[in-house]
């Protein structure tokens, strides 16, 4: 239950439909059975009066009237109110949810499965919504019309009164705490086999191509068949225990209103005109408040649920993210050393090996640096490192003098574009996709002329120009496509710094040398650090660094490097 407290705090952002709600709620439901009690005395006494005889039928016809009314009004403006204040709740917590993922990324999020996460976002904080609808509403205003009715009918007989008042109460407070204990027995089960479920289904659709080609798809098939009769089985015994829920409340009803009737029959009503009658009056009020009770022992069975939903939510927002931006710094001061990495070394959370190991570099303003080195040697940890994706476990990067986390997160986005291994393309236009590269608006003349640069002219050919549709993650752009359209990105960024991993990979030799070219003009009056496995034209760079098993093995230009016999450059020279 104290996992709830955290969303029960978020009710402070729309206290006020909040209470209307339950007001409108308590009037809807006292309309409601007043309805009924007063309709039912009214045949009763009319009943009594007979044919004939003078009964003024005026006053109780209208008032059955305007109950029936109020009730309408009330319950309409109830939905109205109480989704409104809900949704109004949900928003505020999913844009909370989103501002807490934002900054785990990428080092904490990587734990987390795509679907997983967004199964939390969506699902989790979906359930979340009967904490106020489902629960706490019904549950203050059953007490508020209890209370109601007792004081009613206490004017006409105070035991009977009591009785009911009392019965309700009780039942009010027993069945929620029993069906509540039932409920959290399989709730957490019940919202974690709904949460696997829907994180296998979205892989296995993602996953079609290799599944069917490895020919693995029966086996994932018969997984997610199991998680989903395992899933039914829990719905069934939630769908079974709100019917024993109903079944018990209707039984104490029919008990209720028989006790009610036998006692009402023997307390002494008085002799005046048609006093018989509020022996009916007992017996419909006992009858109608259970229109209180009915919706809340099958509620309470769900808290189960949506207490594990708070817990998954909790779980993500309450991850403290690997690096903080806390830097006041906004901008870069004029030095000639821009960048400098001091004995840095980095292991990546959670492994044991090292990724970086004692590296030392500096890197002047506007120079011109390659990394090269074997796969899995650690030059995209470079990288990494420098945009802050991850800290340094030992060692100090300075920027422009600077330790690097002195600078604002957003400083630092603005000074650095970094284009990475594997460029991500939205399920977008090609015009959105373009546009993230600058914050401020890209003109299509200025995008066509990117794209003919980089190659892509092909994609203009299309009908829809550059709101061609690229398709789900970009999908249907070869990988070729979805790499130029990367470095479309980096050619339209204004960013001093480049950062660019292994950007003409896949590329055949001559457009690799045309993207070259086209870098290297964008660069001209930029810093450039780029990771590359290919030797095409490096000579053009101002410093080489080899990296080589965590370690930076050589640094120097290109004529240093390859007049040193024996080195590292010097033989990856000889072996391309
Ligand atoms: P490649 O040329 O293949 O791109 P690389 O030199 O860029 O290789 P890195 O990506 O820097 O290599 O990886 C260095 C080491 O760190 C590898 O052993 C890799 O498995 C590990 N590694 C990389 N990213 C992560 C991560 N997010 N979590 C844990 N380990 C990682
Ligand atoms: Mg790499």
Known sequence: MRSLIPFLTLFKYAKFPLILGVILMILGLAASIGLLTLSGWFLAATAIAGAGTLFNFFYPSSAVRGLAIGRTVARYFEKIVTHDATFRILSKLRVQVFGKIIPLSPAVLNRYRNSDLLNRLVADVDTLDSLYLRLIAPFVSAIFVIVLITVGLSFINLPVALFIGITLLVLLLVIPTVFYKLGTKFGKKLTLSRATYRSQFVEFIQAQAELLLFNAEDKIKQNLANTESEWQAYQQRETNLAGLSS????????????????????????????????????????????????????????????????????????????????????????????????????????????????????????????VLGKTGSGKSTLLQLLVRNYNPSQGEILLAEQPIHAYSEQCLRENICFLTQRVHTFSDTLRNNLQIANKTKIDDLKMREVLVQVGLAKLLEQKSGLDLWLGEGGRPLSGGEQRRLGLARILLNESPILLLDEPTEGLDRETERRILRLLMQHSANKTLIMVTHRLTAIEQFDQICVIDDTNLVEKGSYQELNSKNNGFFKKLVERI
């Open 247 to 370: 079944a018990i409340l209707l039984f104490a009803n029919g008990l209720i209103l028989a006790v009610t009737l036998w006692a009402a029959a023997h307390i002494d009503l008085g002799t005046g005109e048609y006093k018989a009658a509020l022996l009916a009056l007992f017996a419909f009020s006992a009858l109608a408040a259970f229109e209180i009770l009915m919706p809340i022992g099958a509620a309470f069975l769900h808290i189960g649920q949506v207490i594990a939903s708070a817990d998954r939510v909790t779980e993500i927002i309450s991850q403290p993210p690997l690096v903080k931006f806390s830097g006041k710094q906004t901008a870069l001061s004029a030095t000639a050393d821009l960048i400098r990495l001091k004995d840095v070394s980095f292991s990546y959370p959670e492994r044991t090996s090292c990724a970086l190991n004692g590296l030392s570099l500096t890197i002047r303003k506007g120079q011109k640096v390659a």
